[in-house]
C-alpha cells in the first residue's frame, strides 16, 4: 500500500550538531505537514507546504529550524545546532487535497539529542 | 493555553466492554473534529471524524458523539477488543478540515482479555 516514508527511523546528535529529516509523501500528494510529538504525547504543528511553497509556518521556531519541499525530492527538515529539548519524534504527513480526510502520517523519525 | 482538552489519560477495560474517551474545546471556530488511533512505533492513523452539524457519527464500533453548545466530544468504541489496545487522540482543526491540527494531550487505553 502507498506510505508516508520518513527517513531515518532514528536519528542521535550531539547538542549543538546538525540534524535532518526526510519525509518522501504519497505520490499525488500536494499538501506536506510536519509535527513534533513530544514528552511522549504531546503533538506540536510545525510547518506545512503546498507543493514547494510554504503554506502554513506559524509553528517554527525559526532561529534554528528550516524545512524544504523541492520538486522531485524528499521534504526535508532541518534543525540546526540542536538542543536537549529538540528530542522528540518528528512526523510528516501528507494529503492529496489539503484537508484531514485525506492526511496520512508517516511513522516519524525519533530524534535524540544527547 | 491548552485548546483540546483530554481525559482521561488511561483507561482499562474488559474485553467487549465500552471504552469511552472525552475531549473539550475551547475555540469556536473549530469546525472539524477527528479522532486518531497511534500504536508504538507508528504515526496516528484517522478512526472517525465529524463536522458539527451532526451530533453523532458513527463506523463499526466506533462512535464519536458531538455536543455543540458544551464544546464537547467523546469517542465510544464498542465491543472493545484487545487488538483495540493503543494511544487516542482527539483532535479539532478549522476550514472545515483544511487546516492543521490542535491534538488532545491522548489516552492510553488498555482493553484487557
Known amino acids: 500500500g502507498e506510505e508516508v516514508a520518513q527517513t531515518p527511523k532514528h536519528l542521535v546528535r550531539g547538542e549543538g550538531q546538525k540534524a535532518k529529516l526526510y519525509c518522501a509523501p504519497i505520490k499525488g500528494h500536494s499538501y506536506v505537514f510536519w509535527y513534533q510529538q513530544v514528552l511522549k504525547n504531546e503533538f506540536k504543528f510545525l510547518i506545512s507546504f503546498q507543493n514547494e511553497n510554504v503554506f502554513d509556518e506559524t509553528g517554527m521556531p525559526k532561529e534554528r529550524f528550516s524545512a524544504k519541499c523541492l520538486p522531485n525530492s524528499p521534504c526535508s527538515l532541518e534543525i540546526q545546532a540542536t538542543k536537549l529539548e529538540d528530542s522528540a519524534v518528528y512526523f510528516c504527513?501528507?494529503?492529496?487535497?489539503?484537508?484531514?480526510?485525506?492526511?496520512?502520517f508517516g511513522s516519524g523519525t525519533r530524534l535524540t539529542v544527547v | 493555553q491548552q485548546q483540546v482538552k483530554q481525559s482521561p489519560q488511561s483507561l482499562i477495560v474488559q474485553k467487549g466492554g465500552i471504552s469511552i474517551i472525552n475531549c473539550a474545546y475551547e475555540?469556536?471556530?473549530?469546525?472539524?473534529f477527528p479522532w486518531y488511533q497511534q500504536f508504538p512505533g507508528k504515526g496516528p492513523a484517522l478512526l472517525i471524524a465529524?463536522?458539527?452539524?451532526?451530533s453523532e457519527k458513527k463506523e463499526g464500533r466506533f462512535t464519536i458523539s458531538f455536543n455543540k453548545s458544551a464544546k464537547q466530544f467523546s469517542l465510544h468504541i464498542m465491543d472493545s477488543q484487545p487488538g483495540d489496545s493503543a494511544t487516542y487522540f482527539c483532535a479539532a482543526s478549522m476550514a472545515w478540515g483544511y487546516s492543521t491540527l490542535t491534538f488532545g494531550k491522548g489516552t492510553m487505553l488498555l482493553v484487557s482479555p
Open positions: 475555540n469556536t471556530a473549530f469546525d472539524y
Open positions: 465529524i463536522r458539527p452539524d451532526v
Open positions: 504527513a501528507s494529503s492529496p487535497r489539503g484537508d484531514l480526510d485525506g492526511y496520512t
